[in-house]
């Protein structure tokens, strides 16, 4: 089946600090999705790219769709306490895969 | 809130009941996922339907699981004679078709004791 490979799989950060993030895959997608999910709780949307070379802000964050469309990463800038989560991406080809998740600390 | 909606929230559930998931997708969407998420894993996609049908089950166990979607009423997904091991989160999220984006519900917390 497809595998996505996401790391980092843990980030512990000060606040104000930049983020990065990636995912890669052996396997071609037709849309990246970066999703967040606090705790309790479904992940939500954050940004999701449907082109290869795409690359897509949503306030802090930034997302890429790599030109390969096997992989994407996801920045976010100046880091605050409430981003504090489970950031996931997923590829898509017909059904969604995700990866394992990047599990962000951000200290005060 | 015309979201995602998933109950029950919490299940608990003896070895060897049986659990019912039950999960409405957004108003509009036609197109259901189920996810099962293990503590401290990310998201194992088990099976995907449309209205009364079963697009595609190739993440779902081959023994006491099924999940439908009727032509009226919630999505089910259904496990009998649960073990231990089902214990996990179990997340529906439904599109407007393939190729759209998933919007997820608040998820199913089984615990089997």
């Known amino acids: 089946g497809q595998q996505l490979n996401q790391s980092p799989q843990s980030m512990f950060i000060q606040e104000g600090e930049d983020v990065s993030m990636n995912c890669t895959s052996s396997s071609i997608f037709n849309t990246w999705l970066w999703y967040k999910q606090d705790p309790g709780e479904g992940p939500v949307l954050l940004i999701a790219l449907y082109k290869a070379g795409e690359l897509t802000s949503n306030g802090r964050l930034t997302a890429q769709f790599g030109i390969t469309r096997k992989d994407s990463f996801l920045n976010i800038s100046a880091s605050i306490p409430s981003d504090v989560g489970i950031y996931f991406c997923a590829g898509q080809y017909g059904d969604m895969r995700f990866g394992a998740g990047t599990r962000l600390t951000v200290k005060p | 809130n015309a979201g995602v909606m998933q109950n029950p929230r919490h299940l608990v559930r003896r070895r060897g009941q049986e659990a019912r998931l039950r999960c409405s997708p957004m108003?509009?969407?036609?197109?259901v996922y189920w996810y099962r998420q293990l503590p401290e894993e990310g998201l194992k996609f088990m099976v995907y339907?449309?209205?009364?049908?079963?697009?595609?089950e190739s993440g779902m166990p081959k023994e006491r699981f099924s999940a439908e979607f009727p032509k009226e009423g919630p999505s089910i997904l259904r496990i009998q004679q649960v073990v231990r091991g089902d214990s996990a989160a179990y997340f529906c999220?439904?599109?407007?078709?393939?190729?759209?984006?998933?919007?997820f519900g608040s998820g199913t917390r089984l615990t089997v004791v």
């Open positions: 999220a439904s599109s407007q078709g393939a190729g759209y984006g998933y919007t």
């Open positions: 108003k509009g969407h036609s197109h």
């Open positions: 339907l449309q209205k009364e049908n079963i697009i595609d």
